[in-house]
């Protein structure tokens, strides 16, 4: 062999070594994944409860106001008809006593059945009750997804469900959400 052969023989396989290598880099670059896997993706939500009043009118009994508070009619209508009661019964002196008594009983009875009826005597009225009462919402905060890429897993917070893959642009991943290119 002479020494152009050989040259020739090394050039050449510099340059079978130079492509082979370059073909594999450019397989590798093309066989980066353009999409990532998607493993799960669950929503992040929180129960917001927000407190608002309600209010609401209510008829309520309450013991109506006591005109007489000291029961004077009543004693005394009980004081006419017990005395006139009692002055039917016996005679002369008697009599007297009879009036008398049949006064002061009829008196107290009079009071009594006046308290009774003055305890009984309601009237409704209307008020106003209110009370603090909760709202509840969701508040949504996104999707904790986890995801495999290059053989690794990992977890990333998301605005939206990537669905089964989320796109990879120059080895990154793509977290905005990507619009149909218009027509």
């Known amino acids: 062999m002479d020494k152009s052969m050989v040259k020739g023989i090394v050039i050449g ?16 670059a093309m066989n980066k994944p353009v999409f990532a896997e998607v493993v799960s993706a669950k929503e992040i939500k929180e129960t ?16 109506a106001a006591v ?9 005394a209508i009980g004081v006419v008809a ?19 008594a049949g006064a002061a009983a009829g008196g107290y009875a009079g009071n009594k059945v006046q308290k009774n ?3 009984k005597d309601v ?17 949504h905060h996104g ?3 986890t995801y495999r890429l290059d053989g690794k897993q990992d977890v990333v917070r998301m605005a939206f469900n ?13 977290l905005t959400r990507q619009e149909p290119a218009a027509k």
């Open 48 to 63: 917001v409860k927000t407190p608002r009043e309600e209010c609401e009118d209510v008829p309520v009994q309450k013991k």
């Open 117 to 119: 009826m003055q305890d």
């Open 162 to 174: 990537p669905g089964s893959q989320i796109p990879v642009k120059d080895g990154k991943l793509v």
């Open 13 to 28: 396989g510099i340059v079978v070594t130079a492509v082979a290598a370059s073909g594999i880099t450019g397989y590798k």
């Open 82 to 100: 017990g005395g006139l009661l009692g002055s039917t019964i016996g005679s002369g002196s008697g009599k007297t006593v009879a009036t008398v």
């Open 67 to 75: 005109k007489d508070e000291h029961r004077i009619a009543g004693t």
């Open 143 to 145: 999707y904790d997804v």
């Open 123 to 139: 009237e409704t009225v209307t008020e106003k009750r209110c009370k603090t009462v909760y709202d509840t919402s969701e508040k």
